[in-house]
């Protein structure tokens, strides 16, 4: 069966980067798009954009760019999310979800990994 | 992009019927059938629920069904179980994905 298994929480010191893992079994990694999604504290979902599991093109949404990067590793089936130069307000449960093959929603999703920015 | 609107917070008795409505504007829900919602639990991984305004997945009980009438789409779920209790949020499509605020749905 398909499963998102995500990396364990991780506290961090602003200032410090994280990498978040999301690794994928139970279907083709390559052949469907991998999104990430953020929820803050009492917080609704944003989305915070894509990867192409196939050429590894990232594409981020806005508010999402400079700081924030997706990357993939095939060989693993595994998504990574790292979070350079983090931020009091980074603090937040980051999910992975994969887009359905006819695309325009998340159909499998991540157990979530929380990340807290505190000094 | 501002997140889509839904109630704060929903409540039903077991077997009756609730309605989550999910309110956006001509750009995002009035605009596409691509309307999926999710119901979340704390310390589970959310689960994908209906798509396409009102395709179950496999497995998603058919108490669970959804809708749309212009800028609003809404997930109804009848013959409540105390396992619905959960969080919902509906998504919708305006060029890039955008969720509403979600819905805490109390079973009483």
């Known amino acids: 069966q398909v499963q998102l298994v995500q990396s364990g929480s991780e506290l961090k010191e602003p200032g410090a980067s994280v990498t978040i893992s999301c690794k994928a079994s139970g279907y083709a990694f390559n052949n469907y798009p991998m999104n990430w999604v953020r929820q803050a504290p009492g917080q609704g979902l944003e989305w915070m954009g894509w990867?192409?599991?196939?050429?590894?093109?990232?594409t981020l949404a806005q508010g999402f760019t400079g700081r924030f990067v997706f990357s993939v590793d095939t060989s693993v089936s595994t998504a990574y999310l790292h979070i350079n130069s983090l931020k009091a307000d980074d603090t937040a449960l980051y999910y992975c979800?994969?887009?359905?093959?006819?695309?325009?929603?998340?159909?499998?999703w991540g157990q979530g990994t929380l990340v807290t920015v505190s000094s | 992009q501002s997140a889509l609107t839904q109630p704060r917070s929903v409540s039903g008795s077991p077997g009756q019927s609730v309605t989550i409505s999910c309110t956006g504007t001509s750009s995002d829900v009035g605009a596409y059938d691509f309307i999926s919602w999710y119901q979340l639990r704390p310390g589970k991984a959310p689960k994908f629920m209906i798509y396409d305004v009102n395709r179950r997945p496999s497995g998603v009980p058919d108490r669970f069904s959804g809708s749309k009438s212009g800028n609003t789409a809404s997930l109804t779920i009848s013959g409540l179980q105390a396992e619905d209790e959960a969080d919902y949020y509906c998504c919708s499509y305006a060029g890039s994905p955008i969720f509403g605020g979600g819905t805490k749905l109390t079973v009483l």
């Open positions: 979800a994969r887009e359905g093959e006819l695309l325009h929603y998340f159909d499998y």
């Open positions: 990867i192409n599991t196939n050429t590894g093109n990232p």
